[in-house]
């Protein structure tokens, strides 16, 4: 499930259109946003107010959010470890692609494991993975439970669920917390613009 070849029969195809090249055509860089959350947290919400105003600023975006990413290119997985682990290497491996592309890419995912969210960082080069923590204490989700999801996890319904019968391991250095559980959604996402800038990812407003 790591991804391996199969066939030693391939060689990586140099292409004349290069990143950087895009990156120019495109008018800013290219990065990999990658919020991480319990569930309820704010992730996905975030992740798309971020996507709107970067859109409104005229850059390439796109967001890979989990359940929409669980209804095609994962749909085959369930929620075990293992399951969760090639789960988002292949996230990991398709946000790299869209790296390449020129795009800002937003990935909205529990991504529960540390050595998982590592391993995607360790695809690209240092810099193009930024780490967003969306903190909001597990009480507040619960209390949220926007698709019911605790409730049935705490009947017994739903196993390996993230927070009641399965861990979350919050990021050590993260490139930047947000406090969705107290924050409103407006200061939540000038926080992240304001990380992109600071990192000359996008131009600043100001």
């Known amino acids: 499930m790591q991804g391996n070849k199969k066939s030693s029969n391939v060689v ?7 990143r950087v090249r895009r990156e120019e055509l495109n ?6 946003l990658w919020f991480t959350g319990l569930s309820g947290a704010g992730k996905s919400t975030l992740a798309h107010a971020v996507e709107e105003q970067l859109h409104q600023r005229r850059c390439r ?20 470890a293992e ?3 090639e789960n988002i290497r292949r996230v990991g491996e398709m ?14 995912f529990i991504s529960p494991f540390r050595s998982d969210r590592e391993r995607v960082r360790s695809l690209v080069p240092h810099g193009d993975f930024l780490e967003i923590y969306c903190r909001c204490p597990l009480e507040v989700c619960e209390a949220r439970d926007v698709k019911g999801l605790y409730k049935r996890a705490r009947a017994g319904e739903i196993k390996d669920f993230t927070g009641i019968s399965s861990p979350y391991e919050e990021p050590e250095v993260p490139e ?5 559980g107290n924050l ?9 613009l304001d990380l992109l800038e600071e990192r000359g990812i996008i131009a600043s407003a100001r």
């Open 12 to 18: 990586w195809h140099h292409a004349t259109v290069t």
């Open 95 to 108: 946000a790299k692609l869209f790296l390449e592309a020129g795009v800002i890419s937003l990935t909205a």
């Open 83 to 85: 399951d969760r682990e």
């Open 61 to 80: 975006t796109f967001v890979f959010d989990g359940d929409n990413v669980r209804h095609g290119l994962c749909s085959d997985l369930g929620f075990s």
């Open 176 to 180: 930047l917390v947000v406090d969705t």
């Open 184 to 192: 409103p959604l407006e200061e939540s996402v000038n926080q992240v």
């Open 27 to 32: 008018g800013h860089r290219s990065v990999i």
